[in-house]
């Protein structure tokens, strides 16, 4: 299972609260990023700072929405968070809190998940809380763009000898431009079904040409079929 860790930048570019905002843009704009973790002394992620924090100070108060009646119940949370920001002077004063991180054990469909569902770019990837790299999109893709050698290496480590338990030995397995081929001969015919499943699932398949035959047809022994988990992609 290729996970977080595989394919994170590492040591990942870092602020402190106390880094002028101006320090952060330079580095946003050399670096081409478009966000940075604020840490402490030892490394623990207190937030993020990214050019839209940035944008929203330049952009000034006349662009912050207010809540119907603000005056009688208050603005919201967010809209105070906003205020706030405009007087920001230092990565601390503008970050955004508290910081959405991710395992490096985890699979990177999950962080695309996440980045998905958070309208982030980038994440900052922790181990027992502390920072040690960050995860973009632009690294999430490119884990899609894998040699046909390295994907057929996946199958046989990852899907048949991990996960199966099958000896990759006893299998035929090509890969041309993404698309798998396996062949070989299992007991069960929902052996087969779940190695050609697994395999499609992996970052960088195209598709699967399953030619595996089977000795028992077990379709009508088996309970009713419910969703795969894969290990390529985020729990629902």
């Known amino acids: 299972m290729l996970q977080i860790r595989d394919v994170m930048s590492r040591p990942a ?21 478009s966000g940075l973790p604020v840490v402490d ?18 952009q000034g108060p006349e662009h912050v929405s207010h809540r119907h009646f603000a005056r009688l119940l208050g603005e919201s949370a967010e809209t105070r968070a906003h205020l ?4 920001a002077t230092t990565a601390g004063d503008a970050m955004s809190t508290p910081a959405i991180t991710i395992t490096g054990d985890r ?15 980038r994440l900052p990837v922790v181990d027992d809380g502390v ?5 973009s999109r632009a690294d999430l893709i490119s884990a899609y763009v894998r040699s046909d050698e390295d994907l057929g290496n996946v199958v046989r480590d990852e899907v048949l000898h991990r996960t199966m338990w099958l000896d990759p030995e006893l299998f035929e397995i090509s890969v041309h431009d993404g698309i798998v081929r396996i062949g070989g001969s299992v007991g069960r015919r929902s052996t087969a079904q779940v190695i050609e499943r697994m395999t499609a699932m992996i970052p960088g398949v195209i598709d699967v040409i399953g030619e595996l035959t089977w000795e028992t047809d077990d379709r009508d022994l088996v309970a009713p079929e419910r969703d ?9």
């Open 41 to 58: 002394s030892v490394g623990t992620v207190l937030g993020a700072v990214s050019e839209a924090d940035l944008l929203l100070k330049e």
């Open 107 to 121: 699979p990177i469909a999950e962080a695309a998940a996440v980045m998905s569902s958070r309208a982030v770019n």
């Open 228 to 236: 795969l988990v894969s290990p390529y992609t985020a729990p629902r």
């Open 13 to 33: 570019l870092t602020v402190h609260p106390t880094t002028p905002l101006k320090e952060v843009a330079r580095l946003l704009l050399e670096h081409r990023i």
């Open 131 to 135: 920072l040690v790299g960050v995860v």
């Open 84 to 87: 706030a920001k405009l007087d």
